[in-house]
């Protein structure tokens, strides 16, 4: 009997201590419930749009797989993209090219008789040309030949890029990323801690990604959608019938290249380039060469107003100075390298110009006939 009692008075005596601890539990629960709530919102509906259930990026990768075209987008994530179409690939693609939007409209016309994709995202990263390829390397699908569209903005380090854009570009894809990481380093291991991490609030579910989403929620729900003549070619190329065939409207444009966001992006009077970042881009390079890959790079070229401008200004300094470590990166290496940023050196003309940076698909030709190193 009197065991019994201590027994009894034993728990009352625990559960009277935990108490607090319950009361705390309950409190933080209530704090932070309504917070992942609103969270996996933003998630849901910065990814997601319609009534499908699908995101519009799995629905625009699963028409391409189809080998549809895509007309009349909205703003999507074209990384979200290339992380369905690849998953969903079934076989080896020739030729793939990687690039930021510069290289969009690289079509399979310029690879005849080859099976091709263009891979390309907007404000490609070296994260990006990583993440990209690792995608491919883990569908057991490495193409046979990778056509890279070297950047001068890629040789920025990640900070200056995330206090220039406010985010980092690849956050929706960052898992991909650790894993092109640790394809670069195998002796890199993830702590517990971070596994666990990752268990719990998987990639898509970081500060990152949630600002990420909150901004195409955005653009999507708030600004108006990209232009109904944007089309997604099955190649992966984009076709924008609306872009500028006005030479002097374009030269007007080009005149005035100091003064955008892209431009800001561009320069960094800071450095001329960073040597980490060259590193990361010869790691990445190596990577895909033991992997039996054929590594092309390409130097998309500037329109030639604002090339000058580029070239008369200290605060572009990097851009000549990139191009040349480019280039000694291709001799080292002995990588075929195609293209210039300066426009001259390819005869690259004003008419071949939708805006002081982007190309037609007469320049893009005009660029990749330009061989500058054989490889």
Same mark, same amino acid.
């Given at each position: 009997?009197? %065991?019994?009692?201590?027994?009894?008075?034993?728990?009352?005596?625990?559960?009277?201590?935990?108490? &607090?601890?319950?009361?705390?539990?309950?409190?933080?629960?209530?704090?932070?419930?309504?917070?992942?709530?609103?969270?996996?919102? !933003?998630?849901?509906?910065?990814?997601?749009?319609?009534?499908?259930?699908?995101?519009?990026?799995?629905?625009?990768?699963?028409?391409?797989?189809?080998?549809?075209?895509?007309?009349?987008?909205?703003?999507?994530?074209?990384? !979200?993209?290339?992380?369905?179409? #690849?998953?969903?690939?079934?076989?080896?693609?020739?030729?793939?090219?990687?690039?930021?939007?510069?290289?969009?409209? #690289?079509? %399979?016309?310029?690879?005849?008789?080859?099976?091709?994709?263009?891979? /390309?995202?907007?404000?490609?990263?070296?994260? *990006?040309?990583?993440?990209?390829?690792?995608?491919?390397?883990?569908?057991?699908?490495? &193409?046979?030949?990778?056509?890279?569209?070297?950047?001068?903005?890629?040789?920025?380090?990640?900070?200056?890029?995330?206090?220039?854009?406010?985010?980092?570009?690849?956050?929706?894809?960052?898992?991909?990323? *650790?894993?092109?990481?640790?394809?670069? $380093?195998?002796?890199?291991?993830?702590?517990?801690? /971070?596994?666990?991490?990752?268990?719990?609030?998987?990639?898509?579910? /970081?500060?990152?990604?949630?600002?990420?989403?909150?901004?195409?929620?955005?653009? =999507? %729900?708030?600004?108006?959608?990209?232009?109904? $003549?944007?089309?997604? =070619?099955?190649?992966?190329?984009?076709?924008?019938?609306?872009?500028? %065939?006005?030479?002097?409207?374009?030269?007007?444009?080009?005149?005035?290249?100091?003064?955008?966001?892209?431009?800001?992006?561009?320069?960094?009077?800071?450095?001329?380039?960073?040597?980490?970042?060259?590193?990361?881009?010869?790691?990445?390079?190596?990577?895909?060469? /033991?992997?039996?890959?054929?590594?092309?790079?390409?130097?998309?070229?500037?329109?030639? +107003?604002?090339?000058?401008?580029?070239?008369?200004?200290?605060?572009?300094?990097? !851009?000549?100075?990139?191009?040349?470590? +480019?280039?000694?990166?291709?001799?080292?290496?002995?990588? &075929?390298?195609?293209?210039?940023?300066?426009?001259?050196?390819?005869?690259?003309?004003?008419?071949?110009?939708?805006?002081?940076?982007?190309?037609?698909?007469?320049?893009?030709?005009?660029?990749?006939?330009?061989?500058? !190193?054989?490889?």
């Amino acid at each position: 009997m009197s %065991h019994s009692s201590s027994t009894s008075s034993f728990r009352l005596a625990v559960s009277e201590d935990l108490r &607090p601890l319950g009361v705390w539990a309950l409190t933080l629960g209530a704090r932070f419930v309504p917070l992942f709530g609103v969270a996996f919102a !933003l998630l849901w509906m910065g990814r997601s749009s319609g009534s499908t259930g699908l995101g519009l990026e799995d629905r625009v990768a699963d028409s391409l797989l189809t080998g549809r075209d895509v007309t009349g987008l909205p703003t999507c994530d074209t990384r !979200l993209v290339q992380r369905r179409y #690849i998953a969903g690939l079934r076989e080896r693609k020739d030729v793939v090219v990687i690039a930021s939007s510069r290289g969009f409209m #690289i079509q %399979h016309t310029l690879f005849p008789g080859k099976s091709f994709f263009n891979s /390309s995202v907007g404000a490609a990263n070296l994260e *990006d040309l990583l993440a990209i390829y690792s995608m491919y390397r883990r569908a057991g699908f490495t &193409p046979g030949v990778i056509l890279l569209g070297v950047e001068p903005w890629m040789f920025k380090s990640a900070e200056t890029i995330k206090a220039d854009l406010g985010v980092l570009p690849w956050a929706l894809i960052s898992q991909e990323v *650790d894993d092109g990481l640790r394809l670069l $380093h195998p002796e890199r291991r993830d702590s517990v801690a /971070s596994r666990l991490g990752r268990f719990i609030l998987p990639s898509w579910f /970081s500060i990152n990604s949630i600002r990420q989403s909150l901004v195409f929620l955005v653009r =999507r %729900h708030v600004a108006p959608p990209v232009p109904l $003549h944007v089309t997604y =070619r099955a190649d992966g190329s984009v076709l924008d019938a609306g872009l500028r %065939h006005d030479r002097l409207a374009v030269r007007a444009m080009a005149a005035d290249f100091d003064k955008g966001d892209v431009q800001n992006f561009l320069r960094d009077p800071r450095t001329s380039i960073s040597a980490e970042r060259l590193r990361l881009f010869e790691d990445i390079l190596r990577l895909m060469k /033991s992997d039996g890959v054929s590594v092309q790079l390409f130097l998309a070229s500037f329109h030639p +107003v604002a090339w000058d401008l580029v070239r008369s200004s200290e605060r572009y300094r990097a !851009l000549p100075v990139i191009e040349q470590a +480019v280039l000694e990166l291709g001799r080292r290496l002995a990588l &075929p390298v195609f293209g210039s940023y300066d426009p001259a050196i390819c005869g690259v003309e004003e008419d071949d110009f939708s805006d002081p940076i982007h190309l037609f698909e007469s320049g893009i030709q005009r660029v990749l006939s330009c061989r500058r !190193l054989p490889g």
